[in-house]
């Protein structure tokens, strides 16, 4: 068993082999650019880029036609939402998101609120999930775009986006879905979720970092977006800038393992999840599971130790890569705003890790970060001055703070 | 951001954890912090006739930087007169463990942790004094 061991599949994966043997020629003799129309090396590159988008359309639902390049998720979801108002936000000011979207959601969504727009900050249940009665509670005649992810990066929950879509689809109102963590862990069916537009990144599902794919809707009905970035014109007038060739092969190639294996892995993950789950649960008391018990992603475990802060235990699992809150804003010292929403109490999410399993990580691996977790929690709390009050029977929550 | 090897030695080798009587006459018990801002410290002396600090414990939940400031605070608070310890600066802390920015609140509380044990001490003798 090599060390440190990886469990921060959530964060970025590493590059499978067999993507970056695909890649590997575009940064070599086939270096084309794809959009040279003239010659072959530009021919070469366009078949191998086009490549790329006949296998992520086949995974999705969709026609290669509907897809974007982009240089990740962020830029994906940045298009998606300011290009859709942008398009269609002369008269229908309003958008509905939830308040544990991503960053690359919030974000441009707090933007357009400085842009005279209208933003429905829906409140997920005490598991992280919103449901497609709220959507359809909030939905309004000048509702231009309905932006729910797929599933939740820090708690791997789950949210109805077939039946969010359909409420959508009843008012005929847009909607984006952020599939980032959920793509190539969950069936996606453009079709049969409704889903008008829909991003994902290929760095999650072990292929490179800095490229993506954005499907958007050519049919029934057909999306326009304005373009975020201005340039030569590339992907339908909607994301100029050179092709990363190399990075869409391997996009390509990594959509189509993931969907392949889907089924086989998701199964190994999930057994290896609940028994670190179960491992920590029986020698531990007071932990808690953050998320939903079910509709949650295969490979994500996000788990509150009462007594404890979560930064001192990944300091104590040093062997062990996790991350407290999500990795994005683990340099802040505020609690995850993602916990917060769901209900989870400031000093409950102070005492959080995730843990992110993925394609690399064996049953060894989990029997030894069970026992590294156990010792280290069970050493933090001999030093935690909560866990003695507790023990004195002092109720914590009533303690007045001297801050 | 990688932690300084004066952090994860007090991390992983903590001087003085655990607990003094906090009734006792001569023990001053200072708790700092609060839960949902994720750092609690709890830090004790007890001193002797002359006001030197005999013995100092602490506990601490927060990150190891924290845990690091109130184990540094309690190996450099004994011996100590309560004058002198009140000396100890939380820059001196920030300096020998090679803090960064974002960690200088956990030095910022390991001081006040000493402070409140000391305020704790001098209002047991003044009581005691008093009554």
């Known amino acids: ?403 | 951001m990688p932690y300084s090897d004066k952090v994860v030695d007090h991390y992983r080798n903590p001087r003085n954890v655990g607990a003094l009587d906090k009734n006792a006459k001569n023990v001053g018990t200072g708790v700092v912090g609060a839960p949902e801002c994720g750092d609690v410290m709890k830090l004790q002396i007890q001193v002797d006739e002359n006001d030197r600090i005999v013995d100092a414990k602490f506990k601490t939940f927060g990150c190891g930087s924290a845990i690091a400031s109130s184990s540094l605070a309690t190996e450099w608070v004994k011996g100590k007169t309560i004058d002198e310890a009140l000396t100890i600066k939380n820059t001196d802390i920030v300096e020998e463990l090679a803090l960064p920015p974002v960690k200088i609140h956990c030095s910022v509380l390991a001081e006040d942790a000493i402070r409140a044990a000391i305020a704790d001490i001098q209002k047991k003798k003044n009581g005691a004094a008093g009554g």
């Not at chain 1, 326009?224 to 050179?242: C, N």
Request: hydrophobic share 40%.
């Open chain 1, 1 to 403: 068993m090599n060390k440190p061991i990886y469990m921060d599949y959530n964060a970025t994966t590493p590059v499978d082999p067999r993507v970056l043997e695909a890649m590997l020629p575009y940064f070599r003799g086939q270096f084309g650019n794809a959009a040279s129309k003239s010659h072959a090396f530009g021919w070469t590159a366009e078949k191998a880029v086009d490549k790329g988008r006949e296998q992520l359309a086949t995974v999705i639902g969709c026609d290669p036609s509907e897809i974007l390049w982009t240089s990740g998720a962020t830029e994906g979801n940045n298009i998606a939402i300011i290009g859709a108002a942008r398009m269609y936000g002369e008269k229908n000011k309003h958008i509905i998101t939830c308040k544990t979207e991503h960053k690359a959601v919030v974000d441009p969504c707090k933007y357009l609120e400085t842009q005279g727009f209208e933003v429905t900050w829906l409140d997920p249940d005490m598991t992280g999930r919103v449901s497609a009665d709220q959507v359809r509670e909030a939905l309004r005649d000048d509702t231009m775009l309905v932006s729910i992810m797929y599933a939740n990066n820090e708690i791997g929950t789950v949210h109805p986006i077939e039946e969010i879509g359909a409420a959508c689809k009843e008012r005929s109102v847009l909607f984006h879905t952020d599939a980032t963590q959920a793509f190539g862990k969950l069936p996606i069916d453009v079709d049969a979720m409704n889903i008008s537009v829909l991003t994902m990144s290929a760095h999650k599902v072990y292929g490179p970092k800095g490229v993506g794919g954005l499907f958007v809707r050519k049919r029934n009905p057909r999306v326009r977006l304005q373009p975020v970035v201005y340039g030569g014109g590339q992907e339908r007038g909607m994301r100029s800038g050179t092709l990363n060739v190399p990075g869409i092969v391997g996009c390509g190639m990594a959509a189509e393992l993931a969907f392949s294996e889907m089924k086989q892995e998701g199964e190994r993950l999930t057994g290896m999840r609940d028994r670190l789950w179960a491992g920590l649960n029986d020698r531990l008391p007071e932990i808690t599971l953050n998320g939903h018990p079910t509709h949650r992603l295969p490979n994500t475990l996000n788990v509150s130790f009462k007594y404890i802060e979560g930064e001192s235990l990944m300091m104590g699992i040093s062997d062990i890569a996790v991350s407290s809150g999500s990795a994005c804003t683990s340099a802040s010292l505020e609690p995850s705003y993602v916990l917060r929403a769901m209900g989870v109490g400031d000093d409950i999410a102070h005492s959080s890790i995730r843990i992110s399993l993925g394609r690399f990580n064996t049953d060894e691996e989990i029997t030894f970060a069970i026992d590294a977790l156990v010792e280290a929690v069970n050493k933090l709390r001999e030093l935690s001055p909560l866990y003695e009050m507790a023990q004195e029977g002092i109720d914590i929550s009533k303690v007045q703070w001297k801050a």
